[in-house]
Protein backbone atom coordinates (compact mmCIF):
# COMPACT_ATOMS: atom_id res chain seq x y z
CA UNK A 1 0.00 0.00 0.00
CA UNK A 2 1.30 3.62 -1.09
CA UNK A 3 0.69 6.37 0.95
CA UNK A 4 1.42 9.83 0.29
CA UNK A 5 3.25 12.40 2.65
CA UNK A 6 2.68 15.87 2.60
CA UNK A 7 6.00 18.13 3.01
CA UNK A 8 8.33 15.41 4.90
CA UNK A 9 10.28 16.96 7.43
CA UNK A 10 13.89 15.74 8.32
CA UNK A 11 15.98 17.94 11.09
CA UNK A 12 19.17 16.72 12.31
CA UNK A 13 21.08 17.57 15.68
CA UNK A 14 23.82 16.78 17.19
CA UNK A 15 27.80 17.00 18.46
CA UNK A 16 29.17 19.51 16.05
CA UNK A 17 26.83 19.40 13.08
CA UNK A 18 23.13 20.50 13.12
CA UNK A 19 21.40 19.19 10.06
CA UNK A 20 17.97 21.23 9.32
CA UNK A 21 15.88 19.91 6.24
CA UNK A 22 12.69 21.30 5.49
CA UNK A 23 11.89 21.61 9.35
CA UNK A 24 8.35 23.36 9.99
CA UNK A 25 8.00 24.30 5.92
CA UNK A 26 10.72 24.07 3.88
CA UNK A 27 13.80 24.63 6.07
CA UNK A 28 12.54 27.72 7.80
CA UNK A 29 12.23 26.32 10.98
CA UNK A 30 15.19 27.17 13.92
CA UNK A 31 18.13 24.59 14.21
CA UNK A 32 19.67 23.61 17.47
CA UNK A 33 23.01 23.79 18.49
CA UNK A 34 24.83 21.38 20.37
CA UNK A 35 29.12 21.50 21.16
CA UNK A 36 30.92 19.15 20.27
CA UNK A 37 33.60 18.22 23.27
CA UNK A 38 35.86 15.51 21.79
CA UNK A 39 37.54 14.20 18.77
CA UNK A 40 34.39 12.33 17.71
CA UNK A 41 31.17 13.51 17.56
CA UNK A 42 28.08 12.17 18.01
CA UNK A 43 25.12 12.83 15.81
CA UNK A 44 21.37 12.59 15.89
CA UNK A 45 19.09 12.66 13.24
CA UNK A 46 15.02 13.38 13.72
CA UNK A 47 12.70 12.80 11.05
CA UNK A 48 9.37 13.74 11.10
CA UNK A 49 6.48 12.58 8.46
CA UNK A 50 3.24 14.93 9.11
CA UNK A 51 0.08 13.95 8.27
CA UNK A 52 -0.47 12.35 4.67
CA UNK A 53 -2.73 14.04 2.09
CA UNK A 54 -6.56 13.05 2.26
CA UNK A 55 -8.86 12.21 -0.14
CA UNK A 56 -10.40 15.59 -0.40
CA UNK A 57 -7.21 17.46 -0.82
CA UNK A 58 -5.82 15.33 -3.29
CA UNK A 59 -8.92 16.12 -5.74
CA UNK A 60 -7.63 18.42 -8.56
CA UNK A 61 -10.32 21.34 -7.01
CA UNK A 62 -9.39 21.24 -3.52
CA UNK A 63 -6.64 23.48 -3.80
CA UNK A 64 -4.25 24.96 -6.51
CA UNK A 65 -0.90 22.98 -7.84
CA UNK A 66 1.54 23.99 -5.46
CA UNK A 67 -0.62 25.98 -2.74
CA UNK A 68 0.28 23.18 0.03
CA UNK A 69 4.07 22.62 -1.12
CA UNK A 70 6.90 24.46 0.61
CA UNK A 71 10.07 24.48 -1.35
CA UNK A 72 12.88 22.80 0.02
CA UNK A 73 10.52 20.37 1.80
CA UNK A 74 10.32 16.66 0.80
CA UNK A 75 7.68 16.23 -1.05
CA UNK A 76 4.42 14.40 -1.80
CA UNK A 77 4.66 11.15 -2.03
CA UNK A 78 8.02 10.18 -0.45
CA UNK A 79 7.63 6.60 1.28
CA UNK A 80 11.36 7.15 2.23
CA UNK A 81 14.36 9.00 3.20
CA UNK A 82 18.02 8.12 1.85
CA UNK A 83 20.83 9.93 3.82
CA UNK A 84 24.30 9.58 3.31
CA UNK A 85 27.36 10.88 5.02
CA UNK A 86 30.53 11.12 3.10
CA UNK A 87 34.10 12.83 2.30
CA UNK A 88 33.52 15.59 0.47
CA UNK A 89 37.44 15.13 -0.97
CA UNK A 90 37.43 11.56 -1.30
CA UNK A 91 33.22 10.36 -1.56
CA UNK A 92 33.98 7.90 0.35
CA UNK A 93 31.11 7.11 3.01
CA UNK A 94 32.03 8.33 6.47
CA UNK A 95 29.16 5.94 8.09
CA UNK A 96 26.95 3.39 6.21
CA UNK A 97 23.93 4.77 4.20
CA UNK A 98 20.65 4.83 6.25
CA UNK A 99 17.33 4.38 4.72
CA UNK A 100 14.37 5.68 6.41
CA UNK A 101 10.74 4.99 6.30
CA UNK A 102 7.44 6.47 7.62
CA UNK A 103 6.14 4.88 10.61
CA UNK A 104 2.71 4.84 9.92
CA UNK A 105 0.08 3.86 13.00
CA UNK A 106 -2.81 0.99 13.56
CA UNK A 107 -5.04 3.75 12.51
CA UNK A 108 -3.59 5.24 9.49
CA UNK A 109 -1.85 8.43 11.39
CA UNK A 110 1.63 8.59 11.50
CA UNK A 111 3.53 7.47 14.44
CA UNK A 112 6.24 9.77 16.57
CA UNK A 113 9.24 11.17 14.60
CA UNK A 114 12.32 8.52 14.11
CA UNK A 115 15.86 9.33 15.88
CA UNK A 116 18.52 8.07 13.82
CA UNK A 117 21.56 8.20 16.15
CA UNK A 118 25.40 8.26 14.67
CA UNK A 119 27.22 7.79 17.77
CA UNK A 120 30.89 8.79 16.33
CA UNK A 121 32.14 11.10 13.45
CA UNK A 122 35.56 11.93 12.81
CA UNK A 123 36.38 15.66 13.00
CA UNK A 124 36.54 17.09 9.65
CA UNK A 125 34.61 18.19 6.55
CA UNK A 126 31.10 15.93 6.06
CA UNK A 127 29.32 16.09 3.06
CA UNK A 128 25.32 15.03 3.48
CA UNK A 129 23.39 13.94 0.96
CA UNK A 130 19.36 13.55 1.36
CA UNK A 131 17.46 12.05 -1.22
CA UNK A 132 13.19 11.85 -0.91
CA UNK A 133 12.09 8.39 -2.70
CA UNK A 134 8.55 6.46 -3.72
CA UNK A 135 9.35 2.90 -2.06
CA UNK A 136 10.63 1.86 1.21
CA UNK A 137 13.54 0.38 -0.20
CA UNK A 138 14.81 3.79 -1.99
CA UNK A 139 15.43 1.73 -4.98
CA UNK A 140 13.23 4.61 -6.95
CA UNK A 141 14.84 7.47 -8.84
CA UNK A 142 14.82 10.32 -6.08
CA UNK A 143 11.51 12.40 -6.17
CA UNK A 144 13.62 15.30 -4.85
CA UNK A 145 17.75 15.46 -3.46
CA UNK A 146 19.79 17.68 -1.74
CA UNK A 147 23.11 18.00 -0.84
CA UNK A 148 24.99 20.31 1.71
CA UNK A 149 28.74 20.18 3.90
CA UNK A 150 29.49 20.75 7.66
CA UNK A 151 32.32 20.76 9.60
CA UNK A 152 33.18 18.84 12.71
CA UNK A 153 35.50 20.49 14.74
CA UNK A 154 36.36 19.92 18.78
CA UNK A 155 34.91 22.81 19.67
CA UNK A 156 31.96 25.04 18.28
CA UNK A 157 28.82 23.94 16.04
CA UNK A 158 27.94 23.94 12.93
CA UNK A 159 24.69 24.38 11.00
CA UNK A 160 23.64 23.29 7.12
CA UNK A 161 20.75 24.02 5.85
CA UNK A 162 19.36 21.60 3.00
CA UNK A 163 16.99 22.57 0.48
CA UNK A 164 15.30 19.56 -1.93
CA UNK A 165 15.28 19.99 -5.39
CA UNK A 166 12.28 18.22 -6.97
CA UNK A 167 13.44 16.07 -9.88
CA UNK A 168 10.21 15.97 -11.84
CA UNK A 169 11.01 17.80 -15.33
CA UNK A 170 8.27 16.79 -17.59
CA UNK A 171 4.97 14.74 -17.83
CA UNK A 172 3.10 12.99 -20.52
CA UNK A 173 -0.33 11.72 -20.97
CA UNK A 174 -1.31 9.03 -23.60
CA UNK A 175 -3.23 8.36 -25.79
CA UNK A 176 -3.23 11.59 -27.10
CA UNK A 177 -7.15 11.75 -28.72
CA UNK A 178 -9.77 8.82 -28.31
CA UNK A 179 -13.60 8.77 -28.15
CA UNK A 180 -15.95 7.69 -25.61
CA UNK A 181 -19.69 6.97 -26.01
CA UNK A 182 -22.51 6.45 -23.78
CA UNK A 183 -21.96 3.59 -22.11
CA UNK A 184 -18.34 3.19 -22.99
CA UNK A 185 -15.24 3.07 -21.30
CA UNK A 186 -11.84 4.85 -22.65
CA UNK A 187 -8.34 5.13 -20.22
CA UNK A 188 -5.57 7.33 -20.25
CA UNK A 189 -2.32 6.68 -18.93
CA UNK A 190 0.10 9.50 -17.24
CA UNK A 191 3.38 9.16 -16.13
CA UNK A 192 6.18 11.99 -15.00
CA UNK A 193 9.93 12.10 -15.98
CA UNK A 194 13.29 13.55 -14.64
CA UNK A 195 15.70 15.28 -16.73
CA UNK A 196 17.58 11.57 -17.09
CA UNK A 197 14.49 10.31 -18.77
CA UNK A 198 13.85 7.71 -15.38
CA UNK A 199 9.77 7.46 -14.47
CA UNK A 200 9.19 8.80 -11.29
CA UNK A 201 6.31 7.33 -8.53
CA UNK A 202 5.01 11.12 -7.34
CA UNK A 203 1.19 11.59 -6.95
CA UNK A 204 -0.96 12.84 -9.57
CA UNK A 205 -4.36 14.66 -9.93
CA UNK A 206 -6.83 14.42 -12.89
CA UNK A 207 -9.78 17.02 -13.76
CA UNK A 208 -11.86 17.26 -17.17
CA UNK A 209 -14.08 20.07 -18.12
CA UNK A 210 -16.99 18.01 -19.36
CA UNK A 211 -19.60 16.98 -16.44
CA UNK A 212 -20.61 14.04 -18.70
CA UNK A 213 -17.06 12.84 -18.93
CA UNK A 214 -17.09 10.64 -15.95
CA UNK A 215 -13.64 10.15 -14.38
CA UNK A 216 -13.58 6.45 -12.56
CA UNK A 217 -10.31 7.89 -10.78
CA UNK A 218 -9.34 11.36 -9.96
CA UNK A 219 -5.76 10.51 -8.58
CA UNK A 220 -2.88 8.21 -9.34
CA UNK A 221 0.73 7.13 -8.77
CA UNK A 222 2.95 8.09 -11.88
CA UNK A 223 2.30 5.81 -13.96
CA UNK A 224 -1.16 6.24 -13.34
CA UNK A 225 -3.69 4.30 -15.86
CA UNK A 226 -7.59 5.85 -14.95
CA UNK A 227 -10.69 5.14 -16.80
CA UNK A 228 -13.91 6.92 -17.81
CA UNK A 229 -16.90 6.74 -18.96
CA UNK A 230 -20.20 8.44 -20.31
CA UNK A 231 -23.41 7.69 -18.37
CA UNK A 232 -25.38 10.55 -19.84
CA UNK A 233 -27.32 9.47 -22.88
CA UNK A 234 -28.24 13.15 -23.67
CA UNK A 235 -24.74 14.26 -23.40
CA UNK A 236 -23.95 16.52 -26.38
CA UNK A 237 -20.97 15.48 -28.59
CA UNK A 238 -18.18 17.40 -27.14
CA UNK A 239 -14.46 17.64 -27.49
CA UNK A 240 -13.41 17.31 -23.49
CA UNK A 241 -10.17 17.75 -22.31
CA UNK A 242 -8.86 15.51 -19.75
CA UNK A 243 -6.16 17.28 -17.47
CA UNK A 244 -3.36 15.80 -15.35
CA UNK A 245 -1.13 17.80 -12.67
CA UNK A 246 1.83 17.00 -10.55
CA UNK A 247 1.05 19.07 -7.52
CA UNK A 248 4.39 19.86 -5.98
CA UNK A 249 6.02 20.67 -9.33
CA UNK A 250 2.81 22.13 -10.97
CA UNK A 251 3.49 19.97 -14.21
CA UNK A 252 0.72 19.63 -15.75
CA UNK A 253 -0.61 18.80 -19.36
CA UNK A 254 -3.92 17.75 -21.36
CA UNK A 255 -5.32 15.33 -23.85
CA UNK A 256 -9.03 15.36 -25.96
CA UNK A 257 -11.15 12.74 -25.60
CA UNK A 258 -14.51 13.02 -28.09
CA UNK A 259 -17.36 12.34 -25.95
CA UNK A 260 -20.71 11.16 -27.91
CA UNK A 261 -24.18 10.56 -26.43
CA UNK A 262 -26.26 8.13 -27.09
Request: some cysteine; aromatic content about 4%; proline content about 8%.
Amino acid sequence: MRVLFRNLALCVLGLGIVLNVGCGGGGTGAPVSVTKTTQQGSLSMQILFPKPLTRSEMKTNSRSAKSHYSPGAIPDGSFAVKIVLSDPVSGNPIVPTRIVTAPIGLSGSLASPITINYPALPVGNVNVAVTAHGLTDASDPPLATGNSQGTVVPLGNTVVHILLNLTANSIKMVPARQSVGFGQQGSVTATVFDKQGNTLLTPLQFSTNDPDLILLQNTGTSPATINMTVTNPNALDFAATVTVTEPDSGLTTSVTVNVMGG
